[in-house]
């Protein structure tokens, strides 16, 4: 890529929440991108429900795939980062938002969209019987796991809903119809005001009021909650009322992160604003939906409306607010249209004055509802550049996809003189995970401790866009060699190259990059020792690492025998999940279970293994399961054999590989089909390129039961027995065997 042509990172906005208004902005970045400026979406979750159709959703007209926007898929089709983490602070002085397990973020400019709490009494605030309304995620699987119980064990159950506002009509209405076979399920709505609905006109009041009583509840107005326990609520501090599970859709709370801040809030907490939504403490800081409170409409309600149409200022007062231009100012509109879900087929249409209940309604609802959705949902993936016809030109992929294949570095290193030294046991031309090297000549040859040194070096370009992740996730993957090796680590050297930007962008990524780093080598008792830096336009990261073994001890690649078992502890399919990622491809449910497999260090399983007597083992990395078990038979004069229904896989894999994604990598990988025995079009995730992926190791029938249960109670959930070592033929190379014990017969 020519550098000439790289636009540097000159600023960093922060998108705290992802209501309306932010995901408008990042739908927005995407189609107009601004040049020199990086946008980071943070998000506790990954996956979001669209709060107007919960109430469908509850009430089963929706599957959860209907409402939800998944953000980790939509965030990375337009470029933006996504940090899937709860924000604990935010230091204005310092431009921070900061983190409790991870390292804080700099802003040039930052918005909030943080949403509202439902306001309770102290101590009725969260608890197994006590629900708070948001985050709607944790109430739906309140429901769930209520229906669940009451099915399986009916008993009777009173659920008390307290706030008479929109969100509680609804809720109120949507969780009747949903328990409505459920024997003896009664709801109760309390209403601190003088009726139902009293921002709407009274006959909307009036039309939810009426469906409620047709449907057995009560309904209690002039009824304020004013303390309560466990098991009964204090209605107008001194009647009690009791319940099962109480739900709180009451009048928005601010956010603590706000009042924390250090902001300027309104009487209530929320975050004051001006007309061009930003704080009116400081410029740098915007607000939107309902955590603000506009100075010029102070009164104007907490609905996601308003939100919708604050995304288009906010994008475009950022851009400006950045450029140094002239701001635009928010008004919102006199009247708002509103559709309330009244769980019945129909939905009550509120617009000013206006209110009709009707089916035409709620199919206008529907249709409104399913075209916002469709937003955030529908989206082309991210695709290759236009000369992707030409494998050289496609969009490469990163982490151990991004290696040389193995046909190009033996090519290479057959035609290399690299030395011979004594002190060297084991070094290129051995084909192990690592070098090995004697800490000091053998006396007499009688040394008492034979400890050797063990190296590596790991480097690739980022293969996902957080750099604290990334820096955790090198360290673990550059570590592992010497774990494959029984080896003990203690030391590392890193080699990082930065994108270009300005230098304190430059430093904050820098700092991310080597604190997750950091945090990974400490928790694997290795210490970072210095290193080098350099530009270039990609963030990649490697380390050369340092360990120690006793030479007797080491796991070679070249110690399989006839009869073992091969054991695998992590599944495979990283390379193509990666590579869907980085077109907007992969799902969130997949990738967080990537992320969580890839962030689990193989060094107690390097411990497992050694204690089970274990001596030839490796990490299955880039060259794929295919080309790192070869690599074993070929120094041992084996063959496997696989059972492919027992091969452990990433949820996702097959899915992404049937729309023919594959990692880069993948195509040289698969030159290896040539020696594997099976069906005509060997399985893909032989080939697959792993980035942190797990032991292959070969474990004696005896123990391997015993070898596995203890995996798998180490937190190896995945680990599996494979396959096992068979004769090679007299007239092949060694060869990988494929059969399927489902069926006794080899399968694709």
């Keep these: ?105 700099s802003y040039d400019v930052l918005s909030l969209g943080l949403g509202s709490l439902p306001a309770c009494p102290p101590g009725l605030e969260c608890g197994a019987s006590s629900w708070l309304m948001r985050p709607l995620g944790g109430l739906l699987k309140h429901l769930d796991t209520l229906e669940t119980q009451l099915r399986q064990s009916p008993r009777p159950f009173r659920l008390v809903i307290v706030g008479g506002g929109a969100s509680g009509c609804e809720l109120a209405l949507a969780i009747r119809r949903r328990f409505a076979g459920v024997a003896d399920f009664r709801l109760t709505l309390l209403q601190s005001n003088s009726r139902l609905l009293p921002q709407f006109p009274a006959k909307a009041a009036s039309i939810f009021a009426t469906l409620m009583e047709q449907q057995g509840m009560t309904v209690r107005v002039n009824t304020r909650v004013t303390g309560g326990d466990e098991k009964t609520l204090e209605l107008n501090g001194s009647e009690r009322l009791g319940y099962d599970a109480v739900l709180w859709a009451t009048n928005a709370a601010p956010h603590t992160l706000i009042r924390a801040s250090g902001l300027v809030v309104n009487e209530d907490g929320f975050l004051k604003v001006q007309d061009t939504l930003q704080s009116v403490a400081d410029p740098a800081v915007f607000g939107t939906g309902d955590c603000i409170s506009l100075v010029s409409y102070p009164d104007l309600p907490k609905n996601g409306v308003y939100a919708v149409r604050e995304g288009g200022i906010l994008f475009d007062n950022v851009g400006c607010f950045l450029r140094e231009r002239p701001l635009s100012r928010f008004r919102p509109q006199r009247f708002c249209l509103c559709l309330l879900n009244t769980s019945d087929t129909t939905a009550a249409l509120c617009y000013g004055p206006l209110v009709w209940k009707s089916r035409l309604a709620r199919r206008l609802k529907d249709r409104i509802d399913r075209a916002w959705i469709e937003k955030f949902t529908q989206f082309t993936p991210m695709a ?48 192990e995970d690592a070098s090995v090297h004697r800490m000091r000549p053998k006396l007499f040859g009688n040394d008492p401790e034979r400890l050797v040194e063990v190296q590596t070096v790991d480097y690739f370009k980022a293969f996902v866009d957080d750099p604290y992740l990334f820096g955790r996730i090198a360290a673990i993957n550059a570590v592992s060699d010497l774990f494959a090796m029984n080896a003990r680590p203690f030391s590392a050297l890193a080699i990082a190259t930065l994108p270009y930007a300005r230098g304190p962008v430059q430093e904050a990524l820098l700092y991310e990059l080597l604190s997750g780093a950091v945090h990974t080598l400490r928790q ?188 798998i109670e180490a937190g190896y959930g995945d680990a599996a027995i494979i396959g096992e070592v068979i004769p090679t033929s007299t007239t092949e190379p060694p060869t990988i065997h494929l059969f399927d014990r489902n069926f006794s017969r080899a399968t694709p």
């Design 524 to 711: 694997l008792g290795v210490v970072l020792t210095g290193g080098h830096t350099t530009e270039g336009s990609e963030l990649a990261l490697g380390f050369a690492v340092t360990g120690y073994a006793e030479e007797d001890s080491l796991f070679q690649k070249s110690k399989l025998q006839t009869g073992d078992v091969l054991i695998l502890t992590k599944p495979l399919g990283s390379g193509a999940l990666l590579a869907a990622w980085m077109r907007g491809d992969c799902r969130a449910a997949w990738f967080e279970n990537l992320i969580r497999n890839m962030l689990l260090a193989n060094g107690r399983a390097a411990d497992i293994l050694r204690q089970q007597g274990v001596q030839s083992c490796t990490d299955v990395t880039g060259f794929g399961l295919a080309g790192h078990l070869l690599e074993m038979l070929d120094a041992s004069k084996v063959s496997a054999r696989l059972d492919t229904a027992q091969v452990p896989l990433y949820d996702g894999f097959m899915h992404v590989v049937k729309r023919g994604i594959v990692s880069t990598l993948h195509p040289d990988n698969a030159k290896a089909a040539c020696r594997v025995q099976g069906p005509p079009t060997p399985p893909a995730w032989l080939f697959d390129p792993q980035t942190s992926g797990g032991m292959l190791a070969a474990v004696k029938p005896a123990i391997a039961s015993a070898a596995l249960r203890s995996l």
């Design 384 to 431: 290759e550049p236009a000369a992707a016809e030409d494998e050289t030109f496609q969009m490469r992929c990163g982490g151990c996809g991004s290696k040389v294949s193995s046909d190009v570095l033996s090519a290479v290193l057959k035609r290399i003189d690299v030395g011979d030294d004594p002190r060297v046991l084991l070094g290129c031309r051995a084909g």
């Design 1 to 105: 890529m020519d550098s000439s042509r790289i636009v540097p990172i000159q600023k960093n906005v922060i998108l705290v929440g992802a209501g309306n208004a932010h995901l408008r902005f990042v739908k927005m970045f995407g189609m107009h991108p601004l040049p020199g400026v990086a946008v980071t979406l943070v998000s506790e979750a990954p996956v979001i429900p669209y709060s107007a159709m919960v109430p469908g959703h509850i009430a089963r007209d929706y599957a959860w795939d209907d409402i939800t926007i998944d953000l980790v898929r939509l965030c990375r089709s337009v470029n933006v980062r996504f940090v899937s983490e709860r924000a604990t602070g935010i230091d204005v002085a310092r431009r921070k938002v900061t983190f409790a397990s991870r390292p804080e973020l």
